[in-house]
């Protein structure tokens, strides 16, 4: 499903699939891809007056509604915390209100009711003799209990003591669970991940996101832009797309293999993993100008590296062809 959101005259398009990583050095060109989706499968209402946010949202060409999509939107711990925690629109209450649906849990709701229904009658009568009133009380109110209960971690710690990976691992799970009880349209927006995890981290989480875009109609939408956060193979390569001076779209991973084998400077096959491997280190300068670093500053980064204990080699003697297609 091809995404285009316009800014006047301009467009950034994106390739939406189960897992899509939004890379590249404009953070800015990324950010306004992200309020511009949020604004638009929301509430939010737009000037009478021209202006950039509206309907400037497009899936594959066309207008859609507004309610196409159900979003949920993360751009820090704070919002993963929201979605967690009793609130009106979180991911928590709305899992919660599931479960009380369940015919166990329905007979418990009537047994309290039937009980406070007794107290109530109880109190009711000493209540009667200061005149003409009485206490009453509605089965909502037992809800309202229930959402003025404490959510806790089962091992003693304050959610907010959590990693960030562990709150992001709950939350994923939150999603999961709420999707196997009210399966939706969801679109889960996660701006600038790499900012709060770890590469290793990432690569855990994009495992989780695959697992869950395979079974439910999910679609995550992650943005990074720091070196090494990015997944590449076969099922996540074509949805990658890489904002930066110029925006580029990666095919599919078949169609990157061919091209770089058929056009790498000298005879060399490079394997599917390898160019992986490869991809990943360089995706984030894609689209850049500048992104070749010289000699000189591979050695005074080395230097400066070395003095805090942080030792590296280039693995591979160049060969004269492919320093010759560099200097080209």
Same mark, same amino acid.
């Given at each position: 499903?091809?995404?285009?959101?316009?800014?006047?005259?301009k467009?950034?398009?994106?390739?939406?699939?189960?897992?899509?990583?939004?890379?590249?050095?404009?953070?800015? !060109?990324?950010?306004?891809?992200?309020?511009?989706i949020?604004?638009?499968?929301?509430?939010? !209402?737009?000037?009478?007056e021209?202006?950039?946010?509206r309907?400037? &949202? !497009?899936?594959?060409?066309e207008?859609?509604?507004r309610?196409?999509?159900?979003?949920?939107?993360?751009r820090?711990?704070?919002?993963i915390l929201?979605?967690?925690k009793?609130?009106?629109?979180?991911?928590? /209450?709305?899992?919660?209100k599931?479960?009380l649906?369940?015919?166990?849990l329905?007979?418990?709701?009537?047994? #309290?009711? *039937?009980?406070?229904?007794?107290?109530?009658?109880?109190?009711?009568?000493?209540?009667n003799?200061?005149?003409?009133?009485?206490?009453?009380?509605?089965?909502a109110?037992?809800?309202?209990? %229930?959402?003025k /209960?404490t959510? %806790?971690?089962?091992?003693? #710690?304050?959610?907010?003591?959590?990693?960030?990976?562990?709150? +992001?691992?709950? +939350?994923?799970?939150?999603?999961?669970k709420?999707m *196997?009880?009210?399966?939706?349209?969801l679109?889960v927006l996660?701006?600038?991940?790499?900012h709060?995890?770890?590469?290793?981290?990432?690569?855990?989480?994009?495992?989780? $996101?695959k697992q869950?875009?395979?079974?439910?109609?999910?679609?995550f939408v992650?943005?990074?832009?720091i070196?090494?956060y990015?997944?590449?193979?076969?099922?996540?390569?074509?949805?990658?797309?890489?904002?930066?001076?110029?925006?580029?779209?990666?095919?599919?991973?078949?169609? &990157?293999?061919? +091209?770089?084998?058929n056009?790498?400077?000298?005879? !060399?096959? $490079?394997?599917?993993?390898q160019?992986?491997?490869?991809?990943?280190?360089?995706m984030?300068?894609i689209?850049?100008?500048?992104?070749?670093?010289?000699?000189?500053?591979?050695? %005074?980064?080395k $230097?400066?590296?070395?003095?805090?204990?942080?030792?590296?080699?280039?693995?591979n003697?160049?060969?004269t062809?492919? %320093?010759? +297609?560099?200097?080209?």
């Open positions: 499903m091809n995404v285009c959101v316009t800014e006047y005259e467009k950034y398009m994106f390739e939406l699939v189960p897992v899509t990583q939004l890379c590249g050095q404009n953070v800015a !060109k990324k950010t306004y891809i992200f309020e511009s949020r604004r638009y499968f929301s509430t939010y !209402k737009y000037r009478e021209p202006n950039k946010w309907d400037n &949202v !497009k899936l594959d060409n207008t859609v509604g309610k196409f999509f159900t979003v949920v939107s993360i820090n711990i704070t919002d929201d979605m967690i009793w609130s009106k629109q979180s991911l928590m /209450t709305e899992y919660v599931q479960i649906q369940r015919n166990d329905q007979s418990h709701l009537r047994i #309290i009711d *039937e009980e406070l229904e007794k107290m109530f009658q109880s109190m009711n009568v000493e209540i003799r200061l005149g003409d009133v009485e206490l009453t009380y509605a089965m109110d037992v809800w309202d209990m %229930i959402q /209960t959510l %806790i971690a089962s091992d003693e #710690i304050l959610l907010e003591d959590k990693t960030n990976y562990e709150l +992001f691992l709950l +939350f994923l799970n939150l999603i999961e709420v *196997e009880v009210n399966p939706k349209k679109l996660v701006e600038n991940i790499d709060f995890i770890s590469r290793k981290e990432y690569e855990k989480i994009l495992e989780k $996101l869950i875009g395979r079974k439910y109609t999910i679609y992650v943005s990074t832009s070196d090494g990015v997944g590449c193979d076969k099922e996540l390569c074509s949805g990658i797309t890489i904002f930066g001076e110029v925006d580029f779209q990666m095919p599919e991973l078949e169609k &990157v293999s061919e +091209f770089i084998n056009t790498y400077p000298c005879n !060399k096959i $490079l394997s599917e993993k160019i992986c491997a490869d991809l990943i280190k360089i984030q300068k689209g850049q100008k500048e992104y070749l670093y010289d000699v000189e500053q591979n050695v %005074i980064c $230097l400066i590296n070395q003095t805090l204990m942080l030792r590296e080699k280039w693995e003697t160049e060969k062809p492919e %320093i010759a +297609f560099l200097k080209a």
